[in-house]
Each structure stands twice: as C-alpha cells, then as structure tokens.
C-alpha cells in the first residue's frame, strides 16, 4: 500500500483518478466492503471518492450533527473503532452498492479523521461486512497511513492551487482548494468540461451569455463565474427580467429620481448601480420588453446610464452575465429580440448541457436531493430501488434539475403518505417517481411494483449459478460482472476502469466487446 500511494504521489494523475485510486487501495489493503473519502465543508461532509458504495452516494451532504459516528471520527485525530454492536446509528445504511436499500447487519466501521497543514479536512471511512475485520493492528496501520493519506491530499490541493494560479493569476479566489464544487453537483465530461470553460472566461471579464433549457441551473453558473472572477468581492445582482413588467423595468435597471413619475417619492439607485464594480445578471433576458432593449444596449456601450426623470449621465462599471432559455438567434429574426443587443450579450456564449446529456451525474444529482430529503422528513434512510435508478436514467428530463428535485421530493411524501414508517430505511420505487416513461420502462417498473423485489435482482452481479454449468460460460459470467462493477466505480470512465482491474485499457476494451458488454 505504502508504494502504491507513494507513486501516485511522483505521479502526474487528473485529482479524481488519484482520490479514487487511493480509496481502492484502502479497500483492497484492509479487505474492506466500502471505503468513503470526505470532505468537510461548512459542518458538512461529502464524498469526493468511494468504493462500495451506491453511486448515489456522491450526490449526499452529510451534515455532521446528524449523524454521531461522524462526528465521533472527526473529534479524534487517532482512528475510531465502532463496536459491531455500537448503537450510533451508520450513515452508509442502505447505501452499500451491493445492500442497496436494506440495513447494515453487524459489522466493522473504523474511520479517521484527516489533517491538511494543521487543519481538519474530513474524513476516511471503512465498512466491513465481516466482524473482525479491523483489529488493533488494522487499527494501527490505518493510523500510519494516515500520513501519506495526508500528503496525497496536499498534493492534489497543491496542483490543483497551481493549475488555477496559473489560469487565473494572482486573483484565484479563497475556494480553488475545495475538490467539489460548493453547489454545482456533477462529475461527467460534460460537467467537467463546461466548468472548466467556465473558469477560463471568469477572468476574462467578457460579457457571457448563458444558454440553457428551463431548469439547468444557470444561475448557478452564473455565480461560479462571478465567484471566480476579479470582482468577486463586489456585488453580484440578480435581476429577473421576465418578472419585471415593462412599465417598471427601466426604472428597475437604471434608477429613478424623486417625481420621476406618480409614486417615486424619492430617488432610488437601480440595479445598474447597486451592482457596480460587480456583476449584472440578466436571468431571462430574452423576456425583456423592446423598448427596455434599446436602453439597456446604450448602456452597455456607453458604459453609462441615465436615471428615469434626469438627463444626467452615470458612469457604470459592470460585468453582464445573461441567460436565457429562448433562442435568441431565432428571436432576432422575428423581431422580438435586437440583433444588436443580441452581439453585445454574446461576446462569450456558453451553453449548458442539459441533465439527459450529463450520464450518471443524474443519479449523483438524486443522492443530493435524497439526503436533503431525508433530513427535511425526518427519516432514518431514504433510498432508490435499483428499477427507480434505471428509470431516472431513461427519462428526458424537459424540466432538467429543478424537475428531478420535484420528482425525488413528491415521491418521498407519497411514502410516507402511504404509511411508510420515519424509522425505516425507505426505498423509492419506480412507479412513484410518476415519470413519463418509455414503454419498455414502464413493463419494467409494473413488473417491479408486482413482484416487490424493487426490481434490485435484475441488477445484482451475475455469480456463477451453483447448478452445475460449462466452466467458460460460469468464468464469462464472472468477467463480465467484475468489468461492470468497476466500469461502475469509475463512472464509466474506461481507463480508470482499467486501471481498478489492474489491466492494459485496450485488452479491457476487448474483453468487454467479446463478452457483449458496452457503454452505458
């Protein structure tokens, strides 16, 4: 253990590759069902790595005061052993990849916490289905890992501190060392990708266009582009234009001055003015009415505006962040959007992919709202059936995070609502997530909802059948589901799969086209 993490260490690795390989030597070294690295942010711990553990799990916000084992782990700087016995309640119950949805029986739980430069980072934990497992030697290897545990840590935080010093200069802002993001919830190619394209035009202080459908989260974006720009430490207004009405919109924007019209009975500043040395976004820009467009372009030409009532220019330094979910290039053709102001907003566009084209990130995306879930009701564990993670994938998602949210929310209460108990760990089906489904998905979740199993057989690893059978076909079964299992752990990312299975990437990409395995 102590070479392999070392040559991680000398090793140039992507941080996610190296966290994750770290987590699976921990888990092979200590003979270990799940292993979790988490970070602490804000009195909460959430997973950056794991092994065994339900990939919903990623999405999870742990909040330390809920949950006394990890509050145990962190308040120690040596390891802590909880008895098989121990009455804490497990955070991981029914969170284990292979026991999704069920209670822990007895086991082993050991856990650590960890230290950067002095300073408390989060946490290592170790879950063993077998009792016995971490004994007072496991107990005292674990502490001196401990240390290099640390140091992998400070150097993914070291690269991770130059790459974003180099990007952006001496203006890196305070957070570049936290590994996830504090709001946006993703880990696929499209994610990693747009956010990185994020924070090179954060810099650059273009105006930036947000292009999204409904519900992609743009204004979260658009707060991470502010976060990490050069005026990160002035304002960042947010200003709806759809719900401004046309008769108040300008005054809105640009301010007004007292008599200005029946009702202003004083001056007031618009937004334009609160958010200067900041950032201006226009959420929904396409909603504003024409005659605000003219306005709104002079002002962003002349870097000036003029409060409603006076003819007395106001110098303005602002950075326009806009979104929209309309097409604003068809828009101008019709009319209804200025060609003009159009090119102003979109120096720099940026689309968002929508969450049917962001692969398993929907099932992180779900872990998250699960745990908000769970704390908000009250309830011991809430969990998706394995036919309830498959639906979740095959549905288009028009209404994108903001309907996945609804969607895990709504079927939480008619759980409960169905007399579900708060003190059970509770598992979603598939036919209440009320989702508009495909036809085969459908005859899977009837089926499911038939039989009770939740539909979780159908996705259990495919052991070789103790019936007798032809070797090659029982070695075959067994290939087929270990190259799954790890395509799981590494989000169907096949060169790190490789990597887990300790094979070449080309000869895994054989094996799998022989056994007829793809892509998910």
Known sequence: MHSLILADLVTALPDAVRLQRIVH????????????????????????????????????????????RFATILARREPT???????????????????????????????MSLYVEGKLWGALTLDAL?????DAQAQMDLQRYALLLEAALRVTMLEKEN??????????VDDMQIIDDKEIIGRSDAMAQLLHELDVVADSDLPVLLLGETGVGKELFARRVHRRSRRRHKPLVHVNCAALPESLAESELFGH????????????????????????????????????QAKLLRALQNGEIQRLGTDTPIKTDVRIIAATNRQLKDT??????????????SVYPVHIPPLRERGRDVLILAGHFLEFNRARLGVRGLRLSYAAEE????????????????????????????????DQILTLPAELLDLDLPRDTLAHTKAEAQDGSGGEAARRVAWPSPQPAPLRLALEDYERAMIRTALDAAGENWAQAARLLEIDSSNLHKRAKKLGLKAR
């Not at 008895?83 to 739980?109: A, F, K, N, T």
């Not at 974003?164 to 203006?171: D, F, I």
């Not at 209460?413 to 579900?420: D, F, Y």
Request: one cysteine or more; charged letters at 25%.
């Open 25 to 68: 030597t921990v888990r092979q070294h200590f003979r270990s069902d799940a292993v979790g690295l988490l970070r602490l942010d804000e009195g909460s711990l959430r997973l950056v790595a794991a092994a065994g553990l339900a990939h919903d799990a990623l999405g999870r916000r742990f909040a330390v005061a809920e949950h006394p």
């Open 81 to 111: 052993w909880f008895e098989p016995g121990s009455v804490l309640p497990d955070p991981y119950d029914g969170l284990l990849d292979d026991r999704r949805g069920e209670p822990l029986p007895v086991h082993d739980c050991l856990g």
């Open 130 to 134: 077998q009792t016995g497992t971490f």
């Open 163 to 172: 790459h974003n010093l180099r990007q952006l200069g001496s203006n890196a």
């Open 257 to 292: 001055v007292k008599g200005a019209f029946s009702g202003a009975t004083q001056d007031r500043a618009g937004r334009f003015e609160t958010a200067q040395g900041g950032t201006l976004f226009l959420d929904e820009v396409g909603e504003l009415p024409l005659s605000v």
């Open 332 to 345: 101008t053709l019709a009319g209804s959007f200025r060609a003009d102001l159009y090119h102003r907003l």
């Open 391 to 422: 639906a979740l994938m095959a549905y288009p998602w028009p209404g994108n995070v903001r309907e996945l949210e609804h969607v895990i929310s709504r079927a939480a209460l008619k759980m409960l609502s169905r007399g579900a108990s708060r």
